[in-house]
């Protein structure tokens, strides 16, 4: 009976061990993984934030919203539209 419990205390000693390390591989691997993703996040947002920047500069040039604008933009071009 006594020798019974010394092994059955090492089993849990040995598992607990086993989880322990489980448990530590396992911190590291989300801290590198956490870590990958911020940095993947931040590269996302980088190149979606420059995408919609140059979207916006080109619809700018292509098209405005202000009329004044495309009235003026016109008229440079095409002399014929004063006249009109």
Do not use: A, C, M, W
């Not at 989300?30 to 980088?46: C, D, R």
Request: charged residues 30%.
């Amino acid at each position: 009976s006594n020798n019974q419990r010394s092994n059955s205390s090492k089993g849990v000693r040995f598992n607990d061990d086993v989880i322990g390390r489980s448990l530590h591989n396992l911190n590291n691997e989300l801290q590198s993984l956490s870590s990958e993703h911020g940095k993947l996040k931040h590269e996302i947002s980088k190149t979606t934030s420059s995408k919609h920047q140059q979207q916006k500069e080109s619809l700018n040039l292509n098209d405005s919203d202000d009329p004044d604008e495309n009235d003026s933009f016109l008229s440079k071009q095409d002399p014929l539209v004063d006249e009109v």
